[in-house]
Each structure stands twice: as structure tokens, then as C-alpha cells.
């Protein structure tokens, strides 16, 4: 009788493993970890690259991961990683694989070379059906060796360009597409295919095309028109003074100084009437994100006082936002306070109208309004003691 228990037991068992969904690895583990143990399986490695706040993520993991017939598909094939992309091992690593929308699903092999990813939520049956595509081409990794082995061929580049492009590994995209603009910085303005790729994949400032382009915007505005040149080169300038602050897992925040320099130089060489503007944001934000009160004061006055530059209300109203930390500096509080004050003032005597619209983006409130919330706010009060 117990023999059958036992045998019953088992048998109970191995049922509940084959009616269960994706079974993923333990919270905390790495690729590198997962890789181990898909050499000793003979599997491949499912990595799920999801964030918390994203819903197509939640569902995936609340409604088709847990599936039985997902779990069946995936889990003899696959050793399954989670892991969050905004976390301390994940944001380098999202850097890394150029993963820019969630969720994202890259196939590894055994020696973590990508086979293969998608991206976005989908049904279970779309699901595994994406999964034995992608697990089955090993493309995305042959161009890849193709490209670093030199080759150039314009119909190898274009296709590898349409693989990254459709994967949005951005910066590698970038690469592809100078490559593909090289030596026709000054004629591909008149080329429908290569001023496709101009406006969807150059993101690097200091490549050639986009250089020649934001020094003479007309040959482009001609076939485009010079907002979509502008909002180009605009687009691109921003991206990557974004890169130029590093925050490390430590929580240690500095500028890439060498890059800085450089990034300037080039808005020098340009002649960017944005040249400023840059500049003192980027130094604003380092300040902001470094805590450095004094310094941030410091470069918005810089940016106040600036002729050539203006602050809207809702940038104030942005700045503000370090002073609202319980560690604010009382007296660099006051001194942004002040500066809210003179605002409110300029606009009460009619120097500058308050805005009542950001963007296509109605306000509930006319900014002013606004700016006296947050200086009552700065001053401990409360919201029924405004006016």
C-alpha cells in the first residue's frame, strides 16, 4: 500500500511539473549564471527583458507565461531568465543588448550569442510562434560576424540595417547607416532610400552626414521641408547630451568630460545658436542629480541671465523640483524661491505672459498659478491655505 502511495505520489508529481507554465530561473539570476547551466542542459536561453511599470509585461507574465502549453514549449528548450531592466544588474545590461522597448525577448545560445529577439506582448499560440522563428535564426548573429569580419557590400549592409532596425538596437543601427551614408554626405538628400536612412538611424552627432546636414539644413529642407531638418537635428543633439551624465550602480553620478568637451566642440563648429542651452543643462542636471545646490543655483542663474536663452515657466517649475528634497540647502531654497517670485512678478506686470498650453497639452491652470503653488509649497503650506 505505501509502494502505491509513493508511486501515486510520483506520478501526481510529474503531472503538476507537466500542467505548470514557463518555469524561470530564481530572481537575482545573470545571463552568465543561465548560461551554465544551458551548457550542462544542452538549452537554449530565453531572456524575458521586462520593467515594472510596463503593462505589456505584466500581462505576459500574469496571463501567458503561467499557460501549460507555453510551458511545455518553452521549458525542455529553454533555460528561462527574468530580469528588470531598470534594476542594479539590468540597466548596464539593457545598454549593452541596445534594449529600448519592454517587453523585449532575446534567444541566446549556450555561449550567449543572440540568435535572435522580438518585441512586444502577444497570445500564447503568436507567442510560441515567434519563439521557434527566432530560436531557428541564427541571421541577426551571422550578419553581425559578417560586419565585423569588414564586409561593406551596400545589399549586406542594407539587409543587416532592416534586421537591427526592426530589433532597435539603435546604436549599431547608427553604425550600419554611416557606413551605408559614407562618402554621399553631400548627395543623399536627393535619394529616397538614403534619406530614409538619415532620419530613422543616424543618432551619433559627429557623423559625417549628420554634421554636413546640420551645416547646410537647405539641401535636405528642400526635399523634406526644414522642420522635419530641424527636428532632426534637434532630436539628435538632445539624445546624446543625455549620454554625457553617467550614473554608476554605486549610485555615483559624473560627466563624461572628455565627451562633454567634445560635444561642445562640435556645437562650436556648427555654430549652434543651441550651443548654451546645452551646455548649462547638461550642468544643471549633473548638479541636479549630484545634489550640488550651490552649483545648480549657480547655473540657472547662468541660464537666467543669458540674453540669448529663456526659461519657460514650466522649466522653473521643473528645477524647482531638487528643493522639494527634505536635505534642500534652507538658504539655496530661498534663492530658487526668489526666483519663482521675480517670474510671477514679471508676468503681474505684463513682461511675459504666463502659457496656458505645453505642447498640444492644455493646462488646467495658467502657469503663474502654478508658480505661486510651488512657492506655497517651498513655504510649508498647505493647499486650502492658497488662494
Known amino acids: 500500500m505505501k509502494r502505491i502511495v509513493t508511486i501515486a505520489m510520483s506520478l501526481l508529481a510529474c503531472i503538476t511539473m507537466m500542467a505548470q507554465g514557463m518555469v524561470f530561473e530564481p530572481e537575482g539570476t545573470t545571463l552568465e549564471q543561465a548560461a551554465v547551466k544551458a551548457k550542462a542542459e544542452n ?84 507567442f510560441l510562434k515567434r519563439v521557434q522563428e527566432k530560436s531557428a535564426d541564427n541571421s541577426s548573429s551571422a550578419l553581425k560576424a559578417r560586419w565585423e569580419a569588414g564586409e561593406r557590400n551596400p545589399e549586406f549592409l542594407m539587409t543587416y540595417l532592416k534586421t537591427l532596425t526592426a530589433t532597435y538596437k539603435t546604436q549599431d543601427a547608427n553604425d550600419v547607416a554611416e557606413a551605408l551614408l559614407e562618402g554621399k554626405e553631400a548627395t543623399f538628400a536627393a535619394d529616397s532610400t538614403l534619406r530614409k536612412i538619415f532620419l530613422s538611424n543616424i543618432i551619433n552627432p559627429f ?34 547630451q543625455a549620454k554625457l551624465i553617467i550614473e554608476k550602480d554605486n549610485g555615483e553620478v559624473s560627466l563624461d568630460q572628455q565627451q562633454f568637451d567634445a560635444f561642445l566642440a562640435l556645437l562650436k563648429e556648427l555654430k549652434s545658436k543651441e550651443a548654451e542651452h546645452y551646455r548649462l543643462t547638461t550642468l544643471i542636471t549633473l548638479a541636479e542629480k549630484q545634489k550640488d545646490y550651490k552649483g545648480f543655483i549657480g547655473y540657472v542663474k547662468e541660464y537666467l541671465a543669458n540674453k540669448d536663452l529663456d526659461a519657460s515657466d514650466m522649466q522653473l517649475a521643473q528645477w524647482t523640483k ?13 534663492e530658487m524661491k526668489n526666483i519663482l517670485k521675480k517670474r510671477i512678478a514679471d508676468i503681474e506686470s505684463g513682461k511675459r505672459q504666463a502659457a496656458t498650453q505645453v505642447g498640444n497639452m492644455r493646462l488646467s491652470r495658467p502657469t503663474d498659478d502654478l508658480l505661486r503653488m510651488i512657492v506655497d509649497a517651498l513655504d510649508g503650506k498647505m493647499p486650502q491655505q492658497q488662494k
Open 43 to 126: 538549452k537554449m536561453i530565453f531572456l524575458d527583458c521586462f520593467t515594472t511599470w510596463c503593462g505589456p509585461c505584466k500581462m505576459m507574465a500574469n496571463t501567458v507565461f503561467p499557460q501549460e502549453k507555453v510551458g511545455a514549449a518553452m521549458n525542455p528548450k529553454f533555460v528561462n531568465v527574468k530580469i528588470d531592466m531598470e534594476g542594479t544588474y539590468g540597466a548596464p545590461l539593457a545598454k549593452k543588448l541596445q534594449i529600448t522597448a519592454y517587453p523585449t525577448f532575446v534567444i541566446f545560445n549556450a555561449d550567449l550569442q543572440e540568435v535572435g529577439r522580438f518585441l512586444g506582448g502577444s497570445q500564447a499560440d503568436e
Open 207 to 240: 557623423a559625417k552626414s549628420f554634421i554636413y546636414t546640420a551645416k547646410n539644413p537647405a539641401d535636405l529642407s528642400a526635399v523634406v521641408g526644414s522642420r522635419v531638418v530641424e527636428g532632426k537635428v534637434a532630436s539628435v543633439l538632445a539624445g546624446y
Open 322 to 334: 531638487l528643493f522639494s528634497a527634505p536635505d534642500a540647502d534652507n538658504k539655496q531654497k530661498e
